[in-house]
């Protein structure tokens, strides 16, 4: 019974959750600042040293004593100024400790420590003056009769608390990942009962099952062998790689056009690697594993994104709760390479996604508007070569014409959003949060543009005016298109003498008017140009003016009413056009070759 009423939406959620979660834990798990690997050398009976790598310490367990010595660096000299309580820490540690400054015993600690996550704590350390920082700190590790000495992993010396804050971090996420890996066994097994035929789902069920069971059982031994950053990045990236095992076989399937059958044998053969690779507990196949995984997961991640966005624009409630989990999800994918080029991955990583996020946004509006442009077009050329003059197909044409006027303001937002996102320095926060704004600024005209076309099909759409600072308006329009004027390389300024006034007009669709034909002037200038946009008030009337000094163009031109297709100007005009009569007014142009062109709008006041 529970397997019919089992949902596969659970499974999806599951995973989206867990995978956020854990991602987010690796941000903030990273080894303290405070924390000091021990390396030097040690010393046995006989007097001999052997050199120990920073981070690796794993002596002869017959020794009977073990003599680290450990310069004093920058970041010990902080820590031993600020006498705050110092621990020891390392994956296992049995026997007696004794710890010198210079010779000086400053502590020692007990007999007996088991096996798992010993700590020798240094607490009451004196504090110290800057001219009095002593320049050697020594570890004597002796065996005991009930305990014999053995070091396991690296070790840490740090502070206490921050050794406390990340074993528990390290121990809240081993147990994440086991509650993980039986909860994604359990219910893919449940998928295969409601669904035997695919038997693929009880296969990865069982192989998640036998991870979670030897995760479980050789977490420490895992910890032993690594060290640090190593082993957290290790267990955070394996559970996302089986998270992402999905997205594989969606990927397999629609941009490779694989089977649904083979692309699922293929997603089980590679999570079994992994699995394997896993309960072997061997680096250089691990690492194998996870570098075959990533180059395969990309461009499933990247299509993914790509989906969601799409569901993004349809309005799908899921998907954005989606969206977010796959962004994290390619931002973690790429954590190696940023890690590689910046000092600070996880600033780095965050702007990576939110660039990520706007590009896949912009390319997303513009394969949509483009389609959309092209299906329109073909409905108004079909419908025009239709004879009759029945209310149903003028009404089509209304439709298409007008849905050709918002598709090309469509595009002028989107390349307002193109230019922000070129725009966007990693090094600038001022600056990125101005384009960020900017941006937002540019979705809501999309989305407003939107509505408009739902309120014309529907028969409800209309000239809104309302009161509107005159000076206020005017500067957002130019704001909105500082990034397209200055990628052409030429000036825009505004006039206005009416500082604290304010006028009712439809401020959309006069801004949306007024664009275009800036617009128009900037792509008909050569680099260097002017665009002036200037505001006076007559008897009863207000008067916009927007001039250049481009090359113009011939008189037989300067009729507003321009067929449609010529580039660069025809469809502009003709929506300026309309939406200057929606306000009751009249659009005036004058223009000469060589001499610029400036268009008037006059509306009633």
Request: with cysteine; net charge neutral; proline share 4%.
């Amino acid at each position: 019974m529970l397997a019919r009423t089992f949902p596969s939406s659970i499974l999806r959620k599951m995973r989206i959750t867990y995978s956020i979660v854990l991602c987010l834990l690796l941000f903030s798990c990273r080894v303290p600042d405070s924390l000091v690997s021990v390396h030097g050398e040690f010393t046995d009976l006989s007097g001999r040293k052997i050199q120990i790598p920073a981070g690796q310490i794993q002596p002869n367990a017959d020794f009977p004593t073990i003599t680290l010595s450990i310069p004093v660096s920058e970041e010990w000299k902080s820590l031993l100024q600020s006498g705050a309580p110092l621990s020891i820490y390392s994956g296992k540690i049995s026997g007696r400790a004794a710890f010198y400054l210079d010779g000086n015993l400053i502590g020692k600690v007990g007999e007996e420590f088991k096996s798992g996550h010993a700590r020798f704590f240094l607490s009451s350390l004196p504090s110290f003056k800057s001219d009095q920082i002593p320049q050697n700190f020594r570890i004597e590790l002796s065996k005991s009769e009930d305990f014999p000495l053995e070091i396991k992993g690296p070790i840490y010396v740090g502070k206490s608390d921050d050794l406390y804050r990340w074993h528990f971090t390290e121990q809240f996420i081993d147990v994440s990942l086991c509650s993980l890996f039986l909860l994604i066994a359990f219910c893919y097994i449940f998928l295969y009962v409601r669904r035997p035929v695919h038997r693929h789902n009880l296969l990865f069920g069982l192989f998640m099952l036998f991870a979670a069971v030897y995760w479980f059982m050789r977490m420490d031994l895992r910890e032993s062998i690594f060290g640090g950053e190593v082993i957290l990045r290790l267990k955070i990236e394996y559970a996302t790689l089986f998270l992402t095992a999905p997205l594989l076989t969606l990927s397999l399937e629609n941009l490779y056009s694989v089977r649904t059958h083979i692309a699922g044998k293929i997603q089980l053969a590679i999570c079994s690697f992994l699995a394997i690779g896993a309960v072997l507990l061997e680096p250089k196949w691990m690492f194998l594993a996870l570098t075959i995984w990533e180059a395969l997961a990309v461009p499933a991640i990247l299509y993914t994104i790509y989906l969601n966005i799409k569901a993004m624009l349809e309005k799908e409630k899921t998907a954005f709760l989606i969206g977010p989990a796959v962004l994290v999800l390619i931002a973690f994918c790429f954590y190696d390479i940023l890690n590689d080029f910046f000092h600070q991955p996880q600033e780095q990583i965050s702007k990576f996604a939110f660039l990520f996020f706007a590009i896949s946004l912009s390319l997303a509006f513009l394969e949509h508007t483009t389609s959309l442009e092209k299906n329109i077009e073909n409905l108004l050329h079909f419908t025009q070569s239709v004879s009759g003059t029945s209310y149903s197909i003028d009404r089509h044409i209304e439709v298409g014409k007008f849905a050709c006027y918002m598709i090309h303001d469509l595009k002028n937002d989107l390349s307002t959003i193109g230019y922000l996102c070129e725009a966007l320095n990693p090094n600038d926060s001022k600056k990125n949060a101005w384009i960020s704004e900017t941006i937002l600024e540019q979705v809501h005209s999309l989305r407003n543009k939107t509505t408009d076309i739902l309120d014309f099909v529907n028969g409800t759409y209309s000239i809104k005016k309302k009161e509107v600072p005159i000076l206020d308006f005017l500067i957002k329009i130019r704001e909105s298109l500082l990034p397209a004027v200055q990628k052409a390389g030429h000036a825009f300024t505004i006039d206005c003498p009416y500082e604290n006034e304010t006028v009712v007009i439809d401020e959309t669709s006069l801004e949306r008017a007024l664009k275009n034909l800036i617009y128009n002037s900037l792509s008909a200038m050569e680099k260097g140009g002017t665009v002036q946009l200037s505001f006076r008030k007559e008897k009863d009337a207000l008067v916009f003016v927007v001039s250049d000094n481009g090359p113009g163009f011939p008189a037989d031109w300067q009729d507003v009413n321009l067929r449609q297709g010529i580039e660069g100007h025809g469809l502009g005009l003709r929506i300026t056009k309309s939406i200057v009569e929606g306000h009751q007014g009249k659009l005036e142009c004058s223009s000469s070759q060589g001499g610029g062109t400036r268009f008037e709008i006059t509306i009633p006041a």
